[in-house]
Protein backbone atom coordinates (compact mmCIF):
# COMPACT_ATOMS: atom_id res chain seq x y z
CA UNK A 1 0.00 0.00 0.00
CA UNK A 2 1.53 3.30 -1.04
CA UNK A 3 2.22 5.94 1.68
CA UNK A 4 -1.08 7.87 0.92
CA UNK A 5 -3.73 5.40 0.40
CA UNK A 6 -7.00 6.26 -1.71
CA UNK A 7 -10.14 4.30 -1.18
CA UNK A 8 -9.14 2.22 -4.28
CA UNK A 9 -6.12 1.14 -2.00
CA UNK A 10 -8.85 -0.26 0.42
CA UNK A 11 -11.41 -1.53 -2.43
CA UNK A 12 -11.67 -5.90 -2.86
CA UNK A 13 -11.44 -6.84 -6.75
CA UNK A 14 -14.21 -5.55 -8.43
CA UNK A 15 -15.34 -3.27 -5.61
CA UNK A 16 -17.30 -0.01 -6.07
CA UNK A 17 -15.00 3.06 -6.35
CA UNK A 18 -14.53 5.13 -9.40
CA UNK A 19 -11.14 4.68 -11.68
CA UNK A 20 -10.26 7.78 -9.84
CA UNK A 21 -10.52 6.85 -6.22
CA UNK A 22 -13.94 8.56 -5.38
CA UNK A 23 -16.79 6.97 -3.88
CA UNK A 24 -19.96 8.42 -6.18
CA UNK A 25 -23.72 8.55 -5.58
CA UNK A 26 -26.79 10.52 -6.53
CA UNK A 27 -28.26 12.08 -9.79
CA UNK A 28 -27.54 15.47 -11.43
CA UNK A 29 -31.03 17.84 -10.25
CA UNK A 30 -33.53 19.05 -12.80
CA UNK A 31 -32.29 22.02 -13.80
CA UNK A 32 -34.09 24.89 -11.72
CA UNK A 33 -34.64 22.20 -8.52
CA UNK A 34 -34.38 23.64 -5.17
CA UNK A 35 -31.04 22.91 -3.36
CA UNK A 36 -30.38 21.50 -0.33
CA UNK A 37 -28.82 23.51 2.84
CA UNK A 38 -26.02 22.90 4.62
CA UNK A 39 -27.62 22.01 7.82
CA UNK A 40 -29.81 19.28 5.55
CA UNK A 41 -26.15 17.95 4.50
CA UNK A 42 -24.53 18.39 8.06
CA UNK A 43 -27.36 16.01 9.25
CA UNK A 44 -26.86 13.59 6.91
CA UNK A 45 -23.52 13.36 7.66
CA UNK A 46 -24.45 13.24 10.93
CA UNK A 47 -26.24 9.96 10.54
CA UNK A 48 -23.10 8.06 9.35
CA UNK A 49 -20.95 6.24 12.13
CA UNK A 50 -17.88 4.25 12.45
CA UNK A 51 -19.07 1.01 13.80
CA UNK A 52 -16.58 0.69 16.02
CA UNK A 53 -17.00 3.81 17.70
CA UNK A 54 -20.39 5.08 19.02
CA UNK A 55 -20.38 8.45 17.56
CA UNK A 56 -21.36 9.91 14.03
CA UNK A 57 -18.42 10.67 11.79
CA UNK A 58 -18.95 14.71 11.42
CA UNK A 59 -18.44 15.13 15.16
CA UNK A 60 -15.42 12.39 15.39
CA UNK A 61 -14.06 14.78 13.17
CA UNK A 62 -13.40 12.67 10.07
CA UNK A 63 -14.95 15.12 7.47
CA UNK A 64 -12.36 17.97 6.16
CA UNK A 65 -14.15 19.88 3.87
CA UNK A 66 -17.53 19.75 2.46
CA UNK A 67 -18.23 21.86 -0.98
CA UNK A 68 -21.97 22.82 -2.17
CA UNK A 69 -22.51 23.94 -6.11
CA UNK A 70 -25.22 25.88 -6.66
CA UNK A 71 -26.31 22.61 -8.96
CA UNK A 72 -26.99 21.08 -5.47
CA UNK A 73 -23.96 18.56 -6.37
CA UNK A 74 -21.14 18.05 -2.97
CA UNK A 75 -18.13 17.21 -2.40
CA UNK A 76 -16.51 15.96 0.25
CA UNK A 77 -13.48 15.52 1.11
CA UNK A 78 -13.29 13.02 4.47
CA UNK A 79 -10.34 10.96 6.45
CA UNK A 80 -10.75 7.90 9.09
CA UNK A 81 -8.81 7.35 12.38
CA UNK A 82 -6.45 5.29 10.86
CA UNK A 83 -5.10 3.86 7.49
CA UNK A 84 -6.11 0.29 8.67
CA UNK A 85 -9.73 1.19 9.64
CA UNK A 86 -11.71 -1.89 8.95
CA UNK A 87 -14.38 0.10 7.20
CA UNK A 88 -12.36 2.02 4.98
CA UNK A 89 -13.36 0.35 1.60
CA UNK A 90 -17.18 1.13 2.61
CA UNK A 91 -17.47 4.33 4.65
CA UNK A 92 -17.13 6.86 2.07
CA UNK A 93 -19.33 5.25 -0.11
CA UNK A 94 -22.37 5.19 3.20
CA UNK A 95 -21.03 8.85 3.27
CA UNK A 96 -22.02 9.67 -0.30
CA UNK A 97 -25.20 7.54 0.14
CA UNK A 98 -26.17 9.46 3.14
CA UNK A 99 -25.61 12.83 1.57
CA UNK A 100 -27.23 11.77 -1.67
CA UNK A 101 -30.15 10.53 0.11
CA UNK A 102 -31.25 14.75 1.22
CA UNK A 103 -33.63 16.11 -1.04
CA UNK A 104 -31.92 19.09 -2.90
CA UNK A 105 -28.83 16.89 -3.40
CA UNK A 106 -27.62 16.01 -6.80
CA UNK A 107 -24.25 14.19 -7.30
CA UNK A 108 -22.40 13.85 -4.72
CA UNK A 109 -18.23 12.74 -4.49
CA UNK A 110 -16.63 11.50 -1.10
CA UNK A 111 -12.67 11.66 -1.59
CA UNK A 112 -10.43 10.04 1.15
CA UNK A 113 -7.79 11.96 2.22
CA UNK A 114 -4.72 11.47 4.99
CA UNK A 115 -3.37 15.24 5.38
CA UNK A 116 -3.69 16.74 7.63
CA UNK A 117 -3.75 13.49 9.87
CA UNK A 118 -6.51 12.86 11.71
CA UNK A 119 -6.24 13.83 16.01
CA UNK A 120 -8.60 13.31 18.79
CA UNK A 121 -8.68 17.58 18.61
CA UNK A 122 -10.17 17.26 16.02
CA UNK A 123 -13.56 15.70 17.84
CA UNK A 124 -16.56 17.82 18.84
CA UNK A 125 -16.58 18.36 22.62
CA UNK A 126 -20.25 16.13 22.25
CA UNK A 127 -17.86 13.67 20.68
CA UNK A 128 -15.60 13.62 23.71
CA UNK A 129 -18.21 13.63 26.26
CA UNK A 130 -19.88 10.68 24.31
CA UNK A 131 -16.62 8.60 24.65
CA UNK A 132 -15.64 9.65 28.15
CA UNK A 133 -12.50 11.77 26.73
CA UNK A 134 -12.16 14.85 29.00
Known amino acids: ?3 NP ?3 DFMPVGGNADSD ?3 RAGERLPEGAAVAGE ?3 IEALRTVHDPEIPVNIYDLGLIYDVERFDDGSVK ?3 TLTAPAC ?5 MPMMVAEA ?5 G ?3 VEVQLVWEPQWTVERMSEDARLALDMF
Open 86 to 90: PVAGE
Open 39 to 41: AEV
Open 76 to 78: IEM
Open 21 to 23: GLA
Open 6 to 8: GLR
Open 105 to 107: VGE
Open 99 to 103: VAGVP
Open 1 to 3: MNQ
